[in-house]
Nanobody, 125 residues
Framework: QVRLVESGGGSVQAGGSLRLSCTASGYTYSRSCMAWFRQAPGKEREEVARISTGGGSTAYSDSVKGRFTISRDNAKNTLYLQMNSLKPEDTAMYYC??????????????????WGQGTQVTVSS
């Protein structure tokens, strides 16, 4: 049974930091493209960052580039998102997602096979 479990969300003031974690089980984590998505109320779910199977390649949305860092520990089957300089517009439910494929072949949100339940991030001004 595939499971993705996020943790680390919470409430912070603008300018603060949070570190999200996502622990995976039930599939070959080390061979999977991993990503973080977020969804704010009334908005579409958007991809925030993704990381290649080996961790050597990353990509970010323009809205978080330079502030967020995605990383992974394949020995621990865990994905991370370090979020710095948080802004109120970063407030959303954050989800980790996985697909047992190379990121180069993953083009759409629908391509991701597995999803976590989400962790809430709230940034106050």
């Amino acid at each position: 049974q595939v499971r993705l479990v996020e943790s680390g969300g919470g409430s912070v003031q603008a300018g603060g930091s949070l570190r999200l974690s996502c622990t995976a089980s039930g599939y070959t984590y080390s061979r999977s493209c991993m990503a973080w998505f977020r969804q704010a109320p009334g908005k579409e779910r958007e991809e925030v960052a993704r990381i290649s199977t080996g961790g050597g390649s990353t990509a970010y949305s323009d809205s978080v580039k330079g502030r967020f860092t995605i990383s992974r520990d394949n020995a621990k089957n865990t994905l991370y998102l370090q979020m710095n300089s948080l802004k109120p517009e970063d407030t959303a439910m954050y989800y980790c997602a996985a697909v047992p494929n190379y990121c180069a072949y993953v083009n759409r949100r629908a391509d991701f096979s597995y999803w976590g339940q989400g962790t809430q991030v709230t940034v106050s001004s």
